[in-house]
Nanobody, 124 residues
Framework: QVQLIESGGGLVQAGGSLRLSCAAS????????MGWFRQAPGKEREFVAR????????FSADSVKGRFTISRDIAKNMMYLQMNSLKPEDTAVYYC?????????????????WGQGTQVTVSS
């Protein structure tokens, strides 16, 4: 049974930092692309960043480039999202997801497995 469990969300002031974690189990992560998505209130879920597990290659949305960094710990089957210089518009529920395509991209519909999400709230 595939499980993706996010943690690390919370309330932070604008300009602050948070690190999200995603613990993956029940899948051979090296065969997947792992990604972060977010959904703000009243908005559709959107792509944040993804990492190709086998190579470590990353790709991020323009809205977070230079502020957010996606990374992984192969030994622990953990994925992270380091979020710096947070803005109120970053407020959202953040989801960890897995795409069966090991060289996947940013298309939400390609991601087969999802976590329950963790709330990030940035106050102004």
């Amino acid at each position: 049974q595939v499980q993706l469990i996010e943690s690390g969300g919370g309330l932070v002031q604008a300009g602050g930092s948070l690190r999200l974690s995603c613990a993956a189990s029940g899948l051979t992560v090296s065969r997947y692309t792992m990604g972060w998505f977010r959904q703000a209130p009243g908005k559709e879920r959107e792509f944040v960043a993804r990492i190709i597990w086998s190579s470590g290659s990353t790709f991020s949305a323009d809205s977070v480039k230079g502020r957010f960094t996606i990374s992984r710990d192969i030994a622990k089957n953990m994925m992270y999202l380091q979020m710096n210089s947070l803005k109120p518009e970053d407020t959202a529920v953040y989801y960890c997801a897995a795409d069966r395509n090991p060289y996947g991209g940013a298309q939400e519909r390609a991601y087969a497995y999802w976590g329950q999400g963790t709330q990030v709230t940035v106050s102004s």
